[in-house]
């Protein structure tokens, strides 16, 4: 028996997961499915690594140190920058991460002044850095302090702000009757995930199959320990970490499924919509720079389009692993193939090396230059390890290795608008014909021509410029080339006045001191497919062409047309409906069913404008729960989500339709009323305290609240008005609670 576990454990796939954090709730899914034995059962021995202070997980997954890493956004930044993981699965769909503030503290333009604790990522490249952005809450008017992950710093005073997770600093906060308040990215539109899984190209793509065996079992490991959370509790106490007491981690583990949204998704699932929204907001930020883009990043997604396996050897994997960076020279001025902008690699052989750059498991750099001849220069004294797309020459030949051709073009000739199309160059080889310094085209044509007269040019554009002045009869160069250029600059003033019986061959070139960098290159090469091809043309090169008409072929497209819109019809409502939830989601308090700060900002903006214009009454009533701090120590956080439910829904029962109600933070609720002047607000406001008074709440009983009420005048901000209200609030509660204050 001993035996047959041995021989079963040896051929188990080694593989580590890198953990965001301690052990706690947060992680339950993963030890779960260590504990019950989910990972063995699919071929898995899994290490699970704690998280120590100084680990880079990302660059530790993407350098293979770890199969696996977990992070608090599905989209990783660094340095304005998109970093190349893979995402698996997401097991937060709602961010936890929030600020806790002061009391004093009631929206984000209220951090402007205060100190504020926060990680370096947090401050920069999460909700919480939008958020402040947003409300241009920056380092040139607020302070800023790296975070101690201790809560003594808030309690005393020393920061006004830190920035905190619902699953752990709240617990320890309300066990020692410290009052707070809260700022919910998600409560002004920033929604971001959390506890996201992520893995490498490499990984991804290399072990497809492990990959999902290991997301597989992660989910069911979650499924367990949300259908078993106490058991969850003792396990993770008993045998991972005693640094939360077994209550702060089912308080840990309440949080988490509010956080996993439960009834919209399922456990694990990706939100590639949430993913992109980050993109964009990061994009208007100024955080992320304009030229990134996600691209696949989504692991299905990845397999799918990489369903052909690229397997290296066992050599060639060491190789690789021993380079730890593959150099790459490129032409810095030959598009529609590729150019420098920027200091980025762009064209058509960037889209293609991005594609081999998702087989290999240690990145390609671009070494910067200023022309093709300083390319060749730095290949030959070995800066460069490749080429991305070159022709092999005899001269090339001596230091280079070449990879099999993977783009084939036609020579053409670029002249004046007056020359008449040329059948044969041969007839005017004592012309001068201009070819950029370097290229393989003007070998290719002294074999071809003896005695052609070739003049070397800086670039393209120098040869198309000399054309144009008439200091060239031609430019020669490959058809996709001169198209491009004459398309762009030179449209009416040069043509392609010659096609040549040759055509350019162009490859990877690798340098030939290193046979394996070739090798690895030529499987890469010939991994490529014609539909992939085709896509990146399309998006580089424009081209029109004139077809005779085909009735045949006409009904055949017709028929495709109509099938494809009623998919597409079919898919619009679909999508449609989803987003209709989406809207309703990013407006509406999860807890209860009311609409959000985002939303209430929305309408007191649109309020106040009628106001404004057209002189119209709008009230406002500003609700607090009394003494429900007390609620929540008495009897715990779920009664007192409980009560803020039922309190919610007496709030809608007993408001007009016209009125909106929207949770304004923890347990205050503001309700906007529209046409009523603050006397009829509050007589609607004591109906409201009347009603919640006499309601017996489950397992609580009695409840009062109380109330402020103003309105708007044309004479102050909406902000103002806010503050009004929240002053008549504070005098309820100065006057004793459980009565309406109507703002003087």
């Given at each position: 028996m001993q035996a047959a576990l041995s021989v079963q454990a040896q051929s188990l796939d080694k593989v580590s997961l890198q953990l965001a954090w301690k052990y706690q709730f947060e992680t339950a899914g993963f030890i779960m499915a260590k504990e019950n034995g989910y990972y063995q059962e699919a071929g898995l021995d899994v290490e699970l690594k704690e998280y120590a202070t100084g680990v880079d997980i990302v660059e530790d997954v993407l350098s293979q140190k770890s199969n696996y890493g977990l992070h608090n956004s599905s989209v990783v930044i660094e340095n304005g920058k998109i970093k190349p993981v893979i995402l698996m699965a997401t097991y937060y769909q709602q961010s936890p991460l929030v600020f806790v503030v002061s009391k004093d503290i009631k929206t984000p333009k209220d951090l402007i002044g205060k100190s504020i604790m926060g990680t370096t990522d947090e401050l920069k490249y999460s909700s919480l850095a939008l958020l402040l952005s947003h409300f241009y809450v920056n380092r040139k008017n607020t302070i800023f302090t790296d975070h101690n992950f201790h809560i003594e710093d808030f309690i005393s005073g020393k920061v006004a702000a830190m920035s905190a997770f619902r699953t752990n600093q709240l617990y320890l906060l309300d066990s020692k009757n410290i009052e707070y308040n809260i700022i919910d990215p998600a409560d002004?539109?920033?929604?971001?995930?959390?506890?996201?899984?992520?893995?490498?190209?490499?990984?991804?793509?290399?072990?497809?199959?492990?990959?999902?065996?290991?997301?597989?079992?992660?989910?069911?490991?979650?499924?367990?320990?949300?259908?078993?959370?106490?058991?969850?509790?003792?396990?993770?106490?008993?045998?991972?970490?005693?640094?939360?007491?077994p209550e702060a981690l089912l308080f840990e583990a309440s949080v988490t499924r509010k956080m996993m949204l439960l009834d919209f998704f399922d456990i694990g699932a990706t939100n590639k919509d949430l993913s992109l929204r980050s993109v964009s907001q990061f994009h208007f930020s100024g955080l992320l720079e304009p030229d990134q883009q996600l691209g696949n990043f989504i692991f299905e997604e990845v397999s799918q389009e990489f369903s052909k396996n690229v397997n290296f050897t066992d050599q060639q994997k060491l190789y690789l692993q021993g380079k730890k960076q593959i150099n790459m020279c490129v032409d810095p001025e030959w598009m529609p193939f590729e150019s420098i902008r920027n200091g980025q690699h762009i064209g058509i052989a960037a889209d293609i090396f991005e594609k081999f750059s998702a087989f290999l498991p240690i990145p390609i750099q671009l070494v910067e230059t200023h022309s093709w001849q300083e390319s060749l220069f730095r290949a030959k004294s070995r800066d460069c390890d490749i080429f991305s797309l070159a022709s092999s020459t005899v001269e090339r030949n001596t230091y280079m290795d070449f990879t099999s051709p993977y783009i084939n073009l036609p020579i053409v000739m670029a002249t004046n608008m007056e020359e008449i199309f040329i059948a044969d160059i041969e007839t005017v080889k004592h012309k001068k014909f201009g070819v950029v310094k370097g290229y393989a085209i003007a070998d290719i044509l002294r074999k071809s021509f003896s005695d052609i007269n070739i003049v070397d040019v800086n670039s393209i554009s120098d040869g198309l410029k000399r054309v144009e002045n008439g200091e060239l009869y031609g430019y020669i160069d490959n058809l996709m080339v001169i198209a491009d250029a004459i398309q762009k600059d030179f449209t009416g003033v040069l043509k392609v006045s010659s096609r040549l019986n040759d055509e350019v061959r162009l490859a990877v070139g690798t340098r030939n001191d290193q046979p394996e960098l070739n090798q690895i290159f030529e499987i890469l090469v010939r991994h490529l497919d014609e539909k992939s091809m085709q896509s990146i043309y399309n998006r580089w090169v424009s081209v029109k062409q004139d077809v005779a008409f085909d009735y045949g072929l006409?009904?055949?497209?017709?028929?495709?047309?109509?099938?494809?819109?009623?998919?597409?019809?079919?898919?619009?409502?679909?999508?449609?409906?989803?987003?209709?939830?989406?809207?309703?989601?990013?407006?509406?308090?999860?807890?209860?069913?009311?609409?959000?700060?985002?939303?209430?900002?929305?309408?007191?903006?649109?309020?106040?404008?009628?106001?404004?214009?057209?002189?119209?009454?709008?009230?406002?009533?500003?609700?607090?729960?009394?003494?429900?701090?007390?609620?929540?120590?008495?009897?715990?956080?779920?009664?007192?989500?409980?009560?803020?439910?039922?309190?919610?829904?007496?709030?809608?029962?007993?408001?007009?339709?016209?009125?909106?109600?929207?949770?304004w933070g923890g347990e205050e609720f503001l309700i906007v009323c529209p046409n009523i002047n603050q006397d009829a607000a509050r007589v609607l406001a004591e109906k409201i305290s009347n009603k919640i008074r006499k309601h017996d709440f489950s397992g609580i009983g009695k409840v009062t609240v109380s109330a402020g009420v103003s309105e708007f005048s044309k004479h102050l901000s909406v902000q103002k008005s806010i503050s009004n209200v929240d002053k008549a609030l504070y005098q309820s509660k100065q006057g004793g609670r459980d009565r309406v204050t109507v703002y003087a």
């Open positions: 002004y539109g920033f929604f971001m995930s959390a506890v996201n899984l992520f893995t490498s190209h490499s990984e991804a793509i290399n072990q497809t199959d492990r990959t999902r065996r290991f997301i597989e079992a992660s989910n069911k490991g979650w499924t367990y320990a949300l259908e078993h959370p106490e058991e969850t509790v003792s396990i993770i106490y008993q045998k991972y970490s005693q640094l939360k007491s006409f009904w055949k497209l017709l028929a495709i047309i109509v099938f494809l819109s009623v998919a597409y019809f079919y898919y619009y409502i679909k999508l449609k409906s989803l987003n209709v939830a989406l809207l309703k989601l990013s407006i509406t308090d999860k807890l209860t069913g009311l609409f959000n700060r985002v939303k209430m900002d929305q309408v007191l903006i649109q309020y106040k404008s009628a106001m404004d214009r057209y002189g119209a009454n709008t009230a406002l009533i500003l609700l607090d729960v009394d003494l429900f701090k007390n609620v929540n120590d008495t009897y715990g956080h779920p009664a007192g989500d409980a009560v803020l439910i039922e309190l919610s829904n007496l709030i809608k029962k007993n408001i007009r339709k016209s009125d909106y109600a929207g949770r």
